[in-house]
C-alpha cells in the first residue's frame, strides 16, 4: 500500500490510523472473503490499522490460516494477538503497521470469563514520530469491559505522550465506564457510529488519544458496508494545535462510488 501521509512542502503532517473489526471476512449473505476485506483496507490507505476478528475457524465457516493470510498480504510491521490458538484456526486480532515497529508486547486482560481478551501494546514509527498504540477488543460483559478498560487505563503512564487506545470497545452507550476509564487518561476520543454496518446505530469502534493530538474522523463509502458487520472506523490525526485539542466533525459514510 501507498503511502497516504502529507509529503508536499508545507504540508502538515498527517497520520491515518484505522480500526475494524473484519467479522472474520464475513460480510452481507454470509459469505467469507479474506479479498474483499483487503480491498477496504486498500481503500482506506491506513499508516496503522487495528483489525479485530481475525479469524481461522474454518469450522465455523471462515478461511483457515487468517493470521498468516493477512500477514503476507498486508507486508509491513504486524504484531499479533491470537487470543483463541487452534492448529491452523486461530482466533484474534491484530496491529498492522506502515512504519517499523519499535517494540511490541501483548497484555491479556482481566475478566476474560465468554473468551480469553487481550490488548496489542506497541510503539510505532510514524510521519509523526514515534506513537504508542493500544489496540484491542473488549469483552461482551459490562464487568469485563469495566476491568479491562481500567487495566488498560493503568498502563498509561503520568505522561501518555504520543498515545492511541482503539479497537472494538463493545460498549453500547456513548458515555459508559469504558469511556470514563479512558478518557480521563486520553481525553481526544473519536468515534461513529459503526454497529450494525447496514444501519449503524452504536458507538462500539473508537479511537482515544492523548493530548499531543488533534483528531478527525473521516467519512467510509457505502460499498464498506457489504463487507462486515461493522464499519470501519478511520482517524486521521494531527499535532495539537497550541491551543488544545478539539475533535473534528464525525460524518456519516458517504454513498456508493
Same mark, same amino acid.
Given at each position: 500500500?501507498?503511502?497516504?501521509?502529507?509529503?508536499?512542502?508545507?504540508?502538515?503532517?498527517?497520520?491515518?490510523?484505522?480500526?475494524?473489526? *473484519?467479522?472474520?471476512?464475513?460480510?452481507?449473505?454470509?459469505? *467469507?472473503?479474506?479479498?474483499?476485506?483487503?480491498?477496504?483496507?486498500?481503500?482506506?490507505?491506513?499508516?496503522?490499522?487495528?483489525?479485530?476478528?481475525?479469524?481461522?475457524?474454518?469450522?465455523?465457516?471462515?478461511?483457515?490460516?487468517?493470521?498468516?493470510?493477512?500477514?503476507?498480504?498486508?507486508?509491513?510491521?504486524?504484531?499479533?494477538?491470537? #487470543?483463541?490458538?487452534?492448529?491452523?484456526?486461530?482466533?484474534?486480532?491484530?496491529?498492522?503497521?506502515?512504519?517499523?515497529?519499535?517494540?511490541?508486547?501483548?497484555?491479556?486482560?482481566?475478566?476474560?470469563?465468554?473468551?480469553?481478551?487481550?490488548?496489542?501494546?506497541?510503539? *510505532?514509527? #510514524?510521519?509523526?514520530?514515534?506513537?504508542?498504540?493500544?489496540? #484491542?477488543?473488549?469483552?461482551?460483559?459490562?464487568?469485563?469491559?469495566?476491568?479491562?478498560?481500567?487495566?488498560?487505563?493503568?498502563?498509561?503512564?503520568?505522561?501518555?505522550?504520543?498515545?492511541?487506545?482503539?479497537?472494538?470497545?463493545?460498549?453500547?452507550?456513548?458515555?459508559?465506564?469504558?469511556?470514563?476509564?479512558? *478518557?480521563?487518561?486520553?481525553?481526544?476520543?473519536?468515534?461513529?457510529?459503526?454497529?450494525?454496518?447496514?444501519?449503524?446505530?452504536?458507538?462500539?469502534?473508537?479511537?482515544?488519544?492523548?493530548?499531543?493530538?488533534?483528531?478527525?474522523?473521516?467519512?467510509?463509502?457505502?460499498?464498506?458496508?457489504?463487507?462486515?458487520?461493522?464499519?470501519?472506523l478511520v482517524v486521521d490525526l494531527l499535532p495539537a494545535e497550541p491551543s488544545g485539542i478539539?475533535?473534528?466533525?464525525?460524518?456519516?459514510?458517504?454513498?456508493?462510488?
Amino acid at each position: 500500500m501507498t503511502s497516504n501521509s502529507s509529503t508536499e512542502p508545507g504540508a502538515r503532517r498527517r497520520l491515518r490510523i484505522v480500526s475494524w473489526n *473484519c467479522h472474520g471476512s464475513i460480510g452481507r449473505g454470509g459469505r *467469507c472473503d479474506p479479498e474483499r476485506t483487503l480491498a477496504v483496507i486498500a481503500a482506506l490507505d491506513p499508516d496503522i490499522l487495528a483489525l479485530q476478528e481475525v479469524d481461522g475457524r474454518s469450522h465455523l465457516g471462515r478461511r483457515a490460516l487468517a493470521f498468516e493470510f493477512f500477514a503476507a498480504r498486508l507486508g509491513g510491521y504486524l504484531v499479533e494477538a491470537r #487470543t483463541v490458538p487452534r492448529e491452523r484456526r486461530d482466533y484474534g486480532h491484530l496491529l498492522w503497521s506502515r512504519g517499523r515497529v519499535l517494540r511490541s508486547g501483548v497484555h491479556f486482560l482481566p475478566g476474560g470469563r465468554i473468551e480469553p481478551r487481550a490488548a496489542v501494546d506497541a510503539v *510505532c514509527q #510514524t510521519a509523526l514520530g514515534p506513537v504508542r498504540v493500544l489496540a #484491542t477488543h473488549l469483552g461482551l460483559g459490562p464487568w469485563s469491559r469495566r476491568v479491562q478498560a481500567r487495566f488498560l487505563a493503568s498502563t498509561i503512564g503520568a505522561d501518555a505522550g504520543q498515545l492511541v487506545a482503539l479497537g472494538d470497545f463493545n460498549e453500547w452507550r456513548h458515555g459508559g465506564p469504558v469511556d470514563a476509564a479512558l *478518557c480521563e487518561r486520553l481525553p481526544v476520543r473519536v468515534s461513529v457510529p459503526s454497529w450494525p454496518a447496514r444501519w449503524p446505530l452504536v458507538h462500539m469502534d473508537r479511537l482515544y488519544a492523548s493530548s499531543a493530538f488533534q483528531a478527525t474522523a473521516r467519512a467510509v463509502p457505502a460499498w464498506m458496508a457489504h463487507a462486515s458487520d461493522h464499519l470501519p472506523l478511520v482517524v486521521d490525526l494531527l499535532p495539537a494545535e497550541p491551543s488544545g485539542i478539539t475533535a473534528g466533525p464525525v460524518p456519516r459514510r458517504t454513498s456508493s462510488p
